[in-house]
């Protein structure tokens, strides 16, 4: 596949790095059409000497990706739903841990704290987010690690609760922070985005600990690790949030 090989750098694991870097339809594109180290060095202008170069490299690969994507976004474009007799059962549990170390939230506690480029910054109790007017949808999950599940999750459109709060909806970004310290952010279009929930039900009922209890905030147009579950925070803002799995190299816009 490589044209010429680079002292120091073994190509192949450079190239599936590069690969995990981009999101899947790019990622496949990236792999199929790509002669190699030769194009990616003639595409940026920049020449590989070594893994540092190589990193900082396929990071301007990943933001100018993420710049694109961001632009091809459709706000108007829906992911397919699909029917009850799709969805996938029993639906898989992902975290950066165990299912059995799943956080346990006493609801009595619990809150959704709101802040940053918001009108109105007080938190919200979960009876307060039930009282909103909800959407239902059955949709796939795609997990970057290789699989997807179709699930039903129902709750307020995030689009609603942003204007709700006035939030400005001019702002670039919405960060989430979790009860596990899980932080992921979205683009405002996405956050926006008809199809976007704040989940309070799975399969109609109560969302499980495991998928997310109390809210999880459900993407179906990104991969899996945008859709944080557990939220206790969301915040608005102009400066970039990154996120736990966003700051170890994912790719950042990560849409489907
Ligand atoms: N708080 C929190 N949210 C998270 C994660 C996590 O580790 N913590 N993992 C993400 C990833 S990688 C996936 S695939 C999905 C898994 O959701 P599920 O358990 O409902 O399948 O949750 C996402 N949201
Ligand atoms: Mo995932």
Redesign the pocket.
């Known amino acids: 596949m490589l044209k010429r090989p680079i002292s120091g750098i073994d190509t192949g694991l450079l190239l599936k790095d590069a690969g995990k870097l981009l999101p899947a339809p790019s990622r496949r594109l990236f792999l199929r059409q790509m002669a190699g180290l030769g194009s990616l060095v003639a595409l940026t202008g920049c020449s590989v000497t070594d893994s540092s170069s190589a990193e900082v490299l396929l990071r301007t690969v990943s933001a100018y990706n993420d710049w694109v994507q961001a632009r091809l976004f459709s706000p108007d474009r829906l992911a397919p739903e699909f029917s009850r007799a799709e969805i996938t059962d029993p639906?898989?549990?992902?975290?950066?841990y165990g299912e059995e170390d799943a956080p346990e939230v006493d609801v009595a506690d619990w809150q959704l704290a709101v802040g940053g480029l918001v009108a109105d910054k007080s938190a919200w109790t979960l009876d307060r987010l039930d009282a909103l007017p909800t959407r239902s949808q059955i949709t796939r999950?795609v997990?970057?690690?290789g699989w997807s599940?179709i699930g039903e999750w129902s709750g307020p459109p995030l689009a609603d609760f942003l204007r709700l709060v006035g939030a400005d909806l001019s702002a670039r970004y919405v960060g989430f922070r979790?009860?596990?310290r899980?932080v992921t952010s979205l683009d405002m279009p996405t956050a926006l985005h008809a199809q976007t929930l704040i989940v309070t039900k799975f399969a109609g009922k109560t969302l499980p600990r495991?998928?997310?209890f109390p809210i999880k905030v459900r993407v179906p147009t990104k991969l899996?690790?945008k859709?944080?579950?557990?939220v206790n925070e969301l915040w608005v803002t102009n400066d970039y949030p990154g996120g736990f799995?966003e700051d170890q190299g994912y790719n950042w816009f990560s849409g489907l």
């Not at 639906?91 to 950066?96: D, E, H, I, R």
């Open positions: 639906f898989p549990f992902n975290a950066f999950h997990c970057i690690e599940a979790c009860e596990d899980y495991k998928y997310g899996g690790f859709n944080p579950k557990h799995w």
